[in-house]
């Protein structure tokens, strides 16, 4: 049988890139998947439309990351619809690429307040609903662990602190089966870190293997994570970064 049926799964941010193909991930491993974005209605239908045609059942809820109440009712309504939960995915997260000198206040404070307190919102509110053996899934990124390139200083500060969120975390669910890790992904090819352009160049260069990821990539140890083979994974940073911080 599929490692994930009978599992309640939540990926914020699951409309584009990293986070739908987490999404259609855990929903092809078999759990019932929810998805939450901020303007992308049409995307974030299309996931549900593309999980549902396989067989598997989703629900996409429009709900800003830094938004708690809204938040907190997606994950109501996660709960109302599918009669569980057992799986968070933080997924939801933003960069502003610039100077960290040129950046205006209000810049790494949005960094800040999606990376981080939206992280924290949602796992707060998560945890009140999520049963015994659940899974929280970080998306932190290598950056969380070490910095090669100018432009990303705020970025990489909040992806340090979900690092430690997450073993700090770890350590207050463990007496509940709860397991809290983190997936550092390095370059992966979306929107967000297209594979082309002028700032790709430094990043590619900067992999052992010399490409982009996929966000396929990730998908894939989110689910391993999210599973039933990983309970003794706790308290973890695992790196998927093509060898960037090797
Ligand atoms: P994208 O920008 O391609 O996709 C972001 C997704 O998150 C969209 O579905 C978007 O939906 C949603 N989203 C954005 N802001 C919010 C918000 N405030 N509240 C709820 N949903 C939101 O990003 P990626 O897929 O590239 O990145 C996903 C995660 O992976 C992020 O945490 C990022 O930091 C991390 N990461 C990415 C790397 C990369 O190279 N791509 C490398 C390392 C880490 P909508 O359009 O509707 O807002």
Known sequence: SKKLEGKVALVTGGSRGIGAAIAKRLASDGA???ITYTKGADAAASVVKTIEGSGGKAIAIQADAVDAAAVKAAIEKVVATFGGFDVLVNNAGT?????????TLEEPDRVININVRGTFIATQAALKHMKDGGRI?????????RMMTPGLVAYAATKGAIKMFTQGLSREVGDRGITVNNIQP?????????????????????????RYGSV????????????PDSSYITGASLTVDGGTNA
């Open 137 to 145: 899934v970080m998306i932190g990124s290598c950056v969380g662990e």
């Open 95 to 103: 960069a502003i690429p610039k100077k960290f000198e040129e950046a």
């Open 32 to 34: 019932r998947v929810a």
């Open 186 to 210: 390095g370059p992966i090819d979306t929107d967000l870190n297209p594979a082309t352009g002028e700032w790709a160049v430094p990043q590619k260069a900067n992999t052992a293997l010399n």
């Open 216 to 227: 396929d990539d990730i998908a894939a140890l989110v689910a391993l994570v999210a599973g």
